[in-house]
């Protein structure tokens, strides 16, 4: 059997903080499931923000012109099965690094508008937020927009775990949702539906 392929992403600065640890655990789960994981640090990557060039949207087979990090991670996307994206919440939404990977996924669209290389595939969300409340910390806003941009794309989120979480490391106290990241991680890494 064929290893699944996932990819990670930690949208957070702090290479060891929360939304990173749900990281570590949803890969842990993946790959106890079998599949192959490759984890990025997006902050540790040199990873510009979209130009709008729209030279990717040209035709079907142009790609992003941008030469940086993101073309190590384009290639990495089209052949995985599953996405997972960690982050912290910044200023009611996703961190800034975040919010540039997925701008710059628009790349993955080509020329057509229905074919984003994100389609079909299996998406998972892991975030983490200093408020005690998701609404008041905005983590529901960060939840809105990854609905609403992988519904665009065609992708499916197969769930998304989120937890409160100040300190660095303080999110290992919440063993409830340590175990959600992890069960995410099996789930994806398996391919079983949500
Ligand atoms: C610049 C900045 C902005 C933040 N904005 C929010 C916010 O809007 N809402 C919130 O609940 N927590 C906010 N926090 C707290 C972080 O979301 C929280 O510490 C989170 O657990 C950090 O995750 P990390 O350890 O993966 O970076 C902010 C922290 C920083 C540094």
Not at 8 to 35: D, F, H, M, T, W
Not at 152 to 168: F, L, N, P
Request: some cysteine; charged content about 20%; proline content about 3%.
């Amino acid at each position: 059997m064929v290893a699944r392929k996932v990819v990670i992403v930690k949208g957070s600065p702090r290479k060891n903080g929360n939304s990173a640890i749900l990281a570590g655990q949803a890969a842990a789960g993946a790959e106890s499931a079998g599949a192959q994981v490759d984890v990025f640090y997006l902050h540790g990557m040199d990873i510009r923000p979209c130009d709008a060039c729209d030279a990717c949207h040209a035709s079907v087979e142009d790609e992003c012109i941008i030469d940086d990090d993101m073309q190590i991670i384009y290639p990495k996307l089209r052949e995985a099965d599953a996405l997972v994206i960690a982050s912290p919440i910044y200023w009611f939404t996703v961190s800034a690094q975040t919010k540039i990977f997925m701008d710059r996924c628009y790349a993955l669209g080509g020329g057509d508008p229905s074919g984003y290389a994100l389609e079909g595939k299996q998406i998972g969300i892991l975030l983490t937020y200093g408020d005690t409340d998701p609404f008041n910390s905005g983590a529901v806003n960060a939840l809105r927009t990854f609905q609403d941009a992988y519904n665009y794309v065609g992708a499916e989120i197969v769930g998304m775990v989120y937890g409160s979480a100040d300190e660095a490391g303080e999110i290992r106290e919440n063993q409830s949702v340590m175990e959600e990241a992890f069960e995410l991680g099996v789930r994806i890494g398996s391919g079983v539906e949500s």
